[in-house]
């Protein structure tokens, strides 16, 4: 097993949006998960809050945000402070049951970090955009959020991929 997504415990999901963790055993970048188990029981329930505001499609830039630029429109953090320390929990936005509910939401959370600096460290958003394209990342949404269709697909390498059950003829008719 090298990739799976983990529902979180403690999390309900809407017909709208859903949060959850990526895991990658080949990856050990990929720390949410363990650094969310071992946050402190306070300090998690102040989190589990957080990502329940945004499942409930609340907007508080102080708890929760995206990204206004083109190249990391789908970049997601989830932020909490304790003391003079700032922590981040940072992962991407995918729509992956496009047949069966088109306006589903789901935050993959990724990475950790901790942040004292002003500006966001681009390195993580750069990987997080990687990440959301690769193979590995979206198999895994794939199984997590089935509809009938591979919706989730690589994107950003100019190149049209078939779908699930798609003919190369559908895709010529596609792209005219």
Known sequence: MACKIVRIEGVRSSSRRT??????DADESVDAKAAFDDLDSKTKRDVLSRFEHWVDGGVHDDYHHGWNDEKYGSCYCFRWRRGTNRYR???????????TNPRHQVCVLAFYAQKNAQDTDKSILNELTLRKGS???????????????????????????????????????RKR
């Open 89 to 99: 929990l940072y992962g991407f936005l995918v729509n992956p049951m496009a047949k």
């Open 135 to 173: 193979q590995v990342a979206l198999s895994a949404i794939n199984a997590e959020f089935p509809d009938g269709t591979n919706q989730v697909q690589r994107q950003g390498n100019g190149k049209k991929t078939l779908r699930k059950g798609e003919s190369a003829q559908k895709l010529d008719r």
């Open 19 to 24: 949060v959850v963790f990526l895991e990658d």
